[in-house]
């Protein structure tokens, strides 16, 4: 299973960017996914998350700003982020809560969680 995240940047502060992160691998369902970021000796925080019914959960930092959804087809979760502020410079991950085959049994399924790399994000002031 591999997460593979896009679309960071730098922008000036009261931009927008659009990250995506696509999920891919031997997978059989996708339940929660989510972006987080972490900056240089801070911990990494939840800025928002998406169960596969589509509830969404946001940090208080950026709701009204930013947006998460995701297309379960293609496996791949969005965060569109508007309004950007220096405060949202960071590294952000994307996460994803998921079931893969046990290839040992049949119709039976190990629950992970899986990171991607990491984007980062830069807002100039």
């Known amino acids: 299973v591999q997460l593979v995240e896009s679309g960071g940047g730098l922008v000036e502060a009261g931009g927008s960017l659009r990250l995506s992160c696509a999920a891919s691998?031997?997978?059989?369902?996708?339940?929660?996914m989510g972006w987080y970021r972490q900056t240089a000796g801070e911990q990494r925080e939840l800025v928002a998350s998406?169960?596969?019914?589509?509830?969404?959960n946001y940090a208080d930092s950026v709701k009204g700003r930013f947006t998460i959804s995701r297309d379960n087809a293609k496996n791949t979760t969005y965060l569109q982020m508007n309004d950007l502020k220096p405060e949202d410079t960071a590294v952000y991950y994307c996460?994803?809560?998921?079931?893969?085959?046990?290839?040992?049994?049949?119709?039976?399924?190990?629950?992970?969680?899986?990171w991607g790399q990491g984007t980062q994000v830069t807002v100039s002031s």
């Open positions: 996460n994803a809560d998921l079931l893969f085959p046990n290839t040992a049994y049949s119709d039976t399924y190990f629950r992970g969680v899986y």
């Open positions: 998406i169960t596969s019914s589509g509830d969404t």
């Open positions: 691998g031997s997978i059989f369902s996708i339940n929660a």
